[in-house]
């Protein structure tokens, strides 16, 4: 066997071990909703390493905005909002993925007029004000966005998206080795992590995941048919950037409603928290 075969044959077993490991689902287990087991395809990339790059994306991001003047103060209301409804959140995390115990969670509010939000990989989430002041968003709206995102983050969407491309690469190579000609190698696994667009499957995924997440948090899963039915009313044939096509709003709302029979209990025997209420401004002092 010549050093060709050796090496294709190395890949080849490399990739199915990593396609066999499987992480032990605790999620689903006697309550709530069980959407079963991540995909394989994630263990082909490390996950302290995409992980690693979200951080370094999320910082260059956050510069970026800062400069701009867009990145909300730490005393900012919205982001003091969005961050206690986080902190109710999170605590449920590990029970879809147990590594979220060790994330450096953050939350950062962006000044925009996008309506976006998004949760990279080891928890670092952001909100545009678009997405909170036109949809007038409930506490409960916001935990269902919130949940969503956080729930692309503990299925590691991106981390399998970023091993469906290391399969393409490795198909490559394997292909140039077989033929004589040369390669470069694997390069480095991520595209801006901020641009994905993530599947029909995913979508769903994260919805249901986040969904149970917000209900063991207090909030109302109901709230998932309002938030569908603004984000839909807001798209007006031009679906926002935070509004994947697919699948669409109605498919949503419909599996939404499909699921609240397991999740309702959740709500109701969880602890609710207060509601938001914004500051009331001081008045002005009068001569």
């Known amino acids: 066997m010549n050093y060709n075969a050796v090496l294709c044959l190395v890949m080849l077993t490399a990739v199915s071990a990593a396609l066999a490991q499987q992480t032990p689902n605790t999620a689903g287990k006697g309550d709530g909703i069980d959407v079963g087991k ?5 263990n082909l990339v490390p996950a302290d390493s995409i992980e690693r790059q979200a951080a ?15 990145l909300a103060p730490d005393t900012a209301p919205e982001l003091v909002r969005l961050r206690a409804i986080a902190q109710r ?26 309506i976006n939000a998004f949760c990279m990989p080891g928890g670092k989430i952001a909100f545009y004000t678009g997405l909170l002041r036109t949809l007038k968003l409930t506490d409960d709206e916001v935990a269902m966005v919130m949940g969503h995102e956080i729930a692309h983050a503990l299925r590691e969407h991106a981390r399998a998206q970023a091993g469906k491309n290391t399969l393409t690469k490795l ?11 040369k390669y470069d190698g694997l390069v480095n696994t991520g595209a ?26 207090g909030y109302d899963p109901r ?21 994947s096509t697919h699948p669409s709003g109605p498919s949503r709302i419909k599996e939404i409603e499909r699921h609240l029979p397991d999740v309702m209990p959740l709500y109701q025997r969880a602890e609710k928290p207060a509601p938001w209420k914004p500051p009331v401004a001081a008045a002005p002092n009068r001569p």
């Open 56 to 70: 370094q994306q999320y910082v260059q991001l956050k510069r970026q905005v800062a400069e701009k003047k867009a």
């Open 38 to 42: 991540s995909s394989a395809l994630r």
């Open 171 to 181: 198909g490559a190579v394997g292909l140039s080795i077989a033929t004589g000609g």
């Open 89 to 114: 959140i999170i605590p449920f995390a590990t029970r879809y993925n147990p590594r979220a115990a060790k994330w450096q969670w953050e939350v950062n509010l962006i000044g925009s007029n996008q």
């Open 223 to 243: 709230a998932g048919i309002s938030l569908w039915k603004k984000m839909s009313a807001a798209s007006k044939g031009a679906p926002p950037q935070w509004l």
């Open 192 to 217: 801006s992590l901020l641009s994905l667009t993530y599947s029909r499957s995913d979508e769903t995924d994260a919805d249901l995941v986040g969904l149970d997440i917000a209900s063991r948090a």
